[in-house]
């Protein structure tokens, strides 16, 4: 048990589907991250929270869009997406005083048809 | 923009010792960190290196050289359980991270 909890763990979509990626911690943190994991690839970080700042990587398309209400969750929200986004999307957490320590969930595995 | 270079896959048996190396490119540098993934898991982490030098957590070892842009992981005595995959990851600009591919352990009897 990490701390660090996502659902759903598996999700088929649509690409003209919308949904949700939901993640919570239990750890007190008070930074919070996306990354996409695909196959062979590094781990890529997406959306940072940080004190409630957000910090994005400017190559990740506009179908994706974060939410982060409090420092416990953090949503993303994903509206038509590609074939190509299918992948495990991680969430993470940390102090922002130690962010070199991050906590990840176990993500959700998303599959684009 | 940012580079880490790792091996892809490296094997050892059990009770040897192995050093995972990575070298990386970046601007605005802060640290490096390791990651260990399962099959099927989630990242866990292991160590970080902001300043040069060796950090030691039990029997995993972290090492960077900031001049040489360089780290390496060593892990001594292995066990089958360390079978998995290894990533070093910089930190840059304070909050961004960059990973790099992994390196797949694969630990034989």
């Known amino acids: 048990e990490t701390g660090v909890t996502q659902t759903p763990r598996h999700l088929v979509m649509g690409m003209t589907n919308k949904k949700s990626l939901k993640c919570e911690q239990h750890?007190?943190?008070?930074?919070m991250y996306w990354y996409k994991q695909s196959a062979k690839k590094p781990l890529e970080l997406m959306f940072v929270?940080?004190?409630?700042?957000?910090?994005e990587n400017n190559s990740v398309p506009s179908r994706f869009s974060p939410e982060c209400p409090n420092s416990s969750h953090l949503f993303l929200h994903l509206h038509t997406l590609q074939p190509e986004d299918s992948a495990l999307y991680l969430c993470?957490?940390?102090?922002?005083?130690?962010?070199?320590?991050?906590?990840f969930g176990p993500g959700t595995r998303l599959t684009v048809l | 923009g940012q580079s880490l270079e790792q091996p892809s896959e490296v094997t050892a048996v059990e009770g040897a010792i192995v050093q995972i190396n990575c070298t990386y490119q970046?601007?605005?540098?802060?640290?490096l960190s390791w990651y260990q993934q399962h099959d099927g898991g989630a990242p866990t982490f292991l160590s970080y290196?902001?300043?040069?030098g060796l950090e030691e957590t039990g029997r995993f070892s972290s090492f960077l050289s900031r001049s040489d842009s360089y780290g390496y992981l060593l892990l001594q005595e292995l066990q089958m359980k360390d079978s998995a995959s290894y990533f070093c990851?910089?930190?840059?600009?304070?909050?961004?991270?960059?990973f790099g591919s992994g390196t797949k352990l694969n630990v034989k009897p």
């Open positions: 929270y940080s004190l409630e700042e957000r910090v």
């Open positions: 993470a957490s940390s102090q922002e005083s130690s962010i070199n320590e991050q906590f």
């Open positions: 990851a910089v930190r840059y600009n304070f909050n961004k991270f960059y």
């Open positions: 750890l007190g943190h008070n930074a």
């Open positions: 970046t601007s605005g540098f802060y640290g």
């Open positions: 290196n902001a300043l040069d």
